[in-house]
T-cell receptor, first 114, second 110 residues
C-alpha cells in the first residue's frame, strides 16, 4: 500500500530558487494538508485542501503556493526560496474533515536553503 | 484559537520504567484528541485517539484518557521498551485541521 507519497525526500536549494514538493495519495481522500516541522517547534500548517479545486491557508502560508487539480495530488510550490524555509515538510491526507478523522502522513521532505 | 501544550523533553528512561507524557489543550467546543508517534526517519503515525470526554484511547500498551474537566490527555505506558524511543506528539482536532503540540522526544536506555 503506497498511502501518501512525497518527493523528493531531500533537496538543497540556493536562495532565490524555486521548486515544487510533490505529494500524492492513493486512498481517495478528500482532505490534504501540508505541514512544516522545525526543530523543537512541532508541526505548523501551511496550506490545506478539502477537495479538488479548493485550497485554503493555514498558519504559515507566506512564501508558498498550492494547487489541487485532482483528488490524488497536492503539490507545494516554493517561490524565491529563503533560509527561513529550511525545514522538514510533511504532506498528509484524511478521508473527511470530521472531528474524528485520522491524518495519514507521508515520510517527509527535508529541504535546506543555503 | 486551538492550542496544545505538551511536556518539554527530551525524556530519558530505563527499559521497563513507567512513562507519563503530559498534554493539556485549549479549544472551543468538543475536540477529538490524538497522540501521534514519529520514529526516526519516518513520518507521523497515529498511536491512539479519543473522541469524547472520559474516552480512553489505547494501543501498543500506551493509554490516554480524555479529561474534559482538566483539559488534559496525558500519555502513559506501564513498562517502556527500547523500541518505544521516538518523538510523541499530542494533537487536537476541532475542525478541519489538526493542531499539534511541540513534541516530546523519548529515549529508552537498555
Amino acid at each position: 500500500n503506497a498511502g501518501v507519497t512525497q518527493t523528493p525526500k531531500f533537496r538543497i536549494l540556493k536562495i532565490g530558487q524555486s521548486m515544487t514538493l510533490q505529494c500524492a495519495q492513493d486512498m481517495n481522500h478528500n482532505y490534504m494538508y501540508w505541514y512544516r516541522q522545525d526543530p523543537g517547534m512541532g508541526l505548523k500548517l501551511i496550506y490545506y485542501s478539502v477537495g479538488a479545486g479548493i485550497t485554503d491557508k493555514g498558519e504559515v502560508p507566506n512564501g508558498y503556493n498550492v494547487s489541487r487539480s485532482t483528488t490524488e495530488d497536492f503539490p507545494l510550490r516554493l517561490e524565491l526560496a529563503a533560509p527561513s524555509q529550511t525545514s522538514v515538510y510533511f504532506c498528509a491526507s484524511s478521508p473527511w474533515g470530521g472531528l474524528t478523522g485520522e491524518l495519514f502522513f507521508g515520510e517527509g521532505s527535508r529541504l535546506t536553503v543555503l | 484559537g486551538d492550542s496544545v501544550t505538551q511536556m518539554e523533553g527530551p525524556v530519558t528512561l530505563s527499559e521497563e520504567a513507567f512513562l507519563t507524557i503530559n498534554c493539556t489543550y485549549t479549544a472551543t467546543g468538543y475536540p477529538s484528541l490524538f497522540w501521534y508517534v514519529q520514529y526516526p526517519g519516518e513520518g507521523l503515525q497515529l498511536l491512539l485517539k479519543a473522541t469524547k470526554a472520559d474516552d480512553k484511547g489505547s494501543n501498543k500498551g500506551f493509554e490516554a484518557t480524555y479529561r474534559k474537566e482538566t483539559t488534559s490527555f496525558h500519555l502513559e505506558k506501564g513498562s517502556v521498551q527500547v523500541s518505544d524511543s521516538a518523538v510523541y506528539f499530542c494533537a487536537l482536532r476541532g475542525s478541519e485541521k489538526l493542531t499539534f503540540g511541540t513534541g516530546t522526544r523519548l529515549t529508552i536506555i537498555p
